[in-house]
């Protein structure tokens, strides 16, 4: 397995299911990584940015440094624990940018602060990439979660979930040149607190996208229903939309020139 695997798998040990679940922390094989990475390479995105908005122990930061060797990857994330771990790994490898030239640069903190403050100065094109935290808005301070809804308005109902937010705020944040490849919960599909952030994803018909469904056991220790969302750069013409999922190979396009359809999951 990939080192950065063999550390999610330290990490796991050391601090209980129950606990990672109640903190949104799930490891995303490689294999699934690469899957969206590709995804990236084919609709034209050659970031010279890319950040990983919950970067854990680097899995896909470490896949996005190996697929764009010339580009900075920002590891952001809250947790000091896997964020030096990744360091760890990252200076052991030389994979950690020094003196002006690109590779893994460590950011402890907030995404969304990075998405709101500082993003449009990072050199473009610009991805965001990663698995967001799937903690539950709940488990925040009443004014951190005021914080977050605002900033996500108004692609995001009260209702939404901290990754259907960081989501909207990553949208919300892209150029014309820049795109995102976040693996979700599926729950925003369908959910009305999303509804507006589905409208506006499917209204962009210049940037393509695509969304995969993944099997409910992706992850080793939780059963969550995850999709990855695909969104590229702007194109002259309209683009595509598909989906596509683990059961089936093949691709469905949808024309966006017709009404949204109500609910995304089917």
Same mark, same amino acid.
């Given at each position: 397995?990939?080192?950065?695997?063999?550390?999610?798998?330290?990490?796991?040990?050391?601090?209980?299911?129950?606990? +990672?679940?109640? !903190? =949104?922390? &799930?490891?995303?094989?490689?294999?699934?990584?690469?899957?969206? $990475?590709? /995804?990236?390479?084919?609709?034209?995105?050659?970031?010279?940015?890319?950040?990983?908005?919950?970067?854990?122990?680097?899995?896909?930061?470490?896949?996005?440094?190996?697929?764009?060797?010339?580009?900075?990857?920002?590891?952001?994330?809250?947790?000091?624990?896997?964020?030096?771990?990744?360091?760890?790994?990252?200076?052991?490898?030389?994979?950690?940018?020094?003196?002006?030239?690109?590779?893994? +640069?460590?950011? !402890? =903190?907030? &995404?969304?602060?990075?998405?709101?403050?500082?993003?449009?100065? $990072?050199? /473009?094109?610009?991805?965001?990439?990663?698995?967001?935290?799937?903690?539950?808005?709940?488990?925040?301070?009443?004014?951190?979660?005021?914080?977050?809804?605002?900033?996500?308005?108004?692609?995001?109902?009260?209702?939404?979930?901290?990754?259907?937010?960081?989501?909207?705020?990553?949208?919300?944040?892209?150029?014309?040149?820049?795109?995102?490849?976040?693996?979700?919960?599926?729950?925003?599909?369908?959910?009305?607190?999303?509804?507006?952030?589905?409208?506006?994803?499917?209204?962009?018909?210049?940037?393509?996208?695509?969304?995969?469904?993944?099997?409910?056991?992706?992850?080793?220790?939780?059963?969550?229903?995850?999709?990855?969302?695909?969104?590229?750069?702007?194109?002259?013409?309209?683009?595509?939309?598909?989906?596509?999922?683990?059961?089936?190979?093949?691709?469905?396009?949808?024309?966006?020139?017709?009404?949204?359809?109500?609910?995304?999951?089917?």
């Amino acid at each position: 397995s990939a080192p950065e695997e063999s550390l999610a798998a330290i990490y796991s040990g050391a601090v209980s299911s129950a606990n +990672r679940r109640r !903190l =949104g922390t &799930f490891f995303t094989p490689s294999a699934e990584v690469e899957q969206m $990475l590709t /995804g990236c390479q084919r609709v034209g995105l050659k970031p010279q940015t890319v950040v990983d908005v919950g970067a854990g122990v680097g899995i896909f930061t470490a896949a996005a440094r190996r697929k764009w060797s010339a580009a900075d990857v920002l590891a952001v994330d809250v947790n000091p624990v896997t964020l030096g771990l990744l360091g760890l790994l990252a200076a052991s490898q030389g994979a950690l940018a020094s003196h002006g030239e690109p590779g893994i +640069r460590l950011v !402890l =903190g907030d &995404f969304v602060q990075l998405a709101l403050r500082e993003f449009s100065s $990072l050199p /473009g094109p610009r991805l965001i990439l990663g698995n967001p935290p799937y903690t539950r808005m709940q488990l925040l301070p009443p004014e951190e979660r005021t914080r977050l809804i605002e900033a996500a308005s108004p692609l995001c109902g009260t209702r939404a979930s901290l990754s259907t937010i960081i989501t909207a705020i990553s949208l919300q944040s892209l150029a014309p040149e820049d795109g995102m490849a976040l693996l979700l919960p599926a729950q925003w599909l369908e959910s009305d607190y999303a509804r507006p952030l589905r409208q506006q994803i499917w209204s962009q018909t210049l940037r393509p996208v695509a969304l995969h469904m993944f099997r409910s056991d992706l992850f080793s220790d939780a059963q969550v229903d995850a999709v990855s969302l695909l969104v590229g750069p702007k194109q002259p013409a309209i683009a595509s939309f598909t989906t596509s999922n683990e059961a089936d190979e093949t691709s469905i396009s949808h024309d966006r020139t017709r009404p949204m359809p109500d609910t995304w999951r089917s």
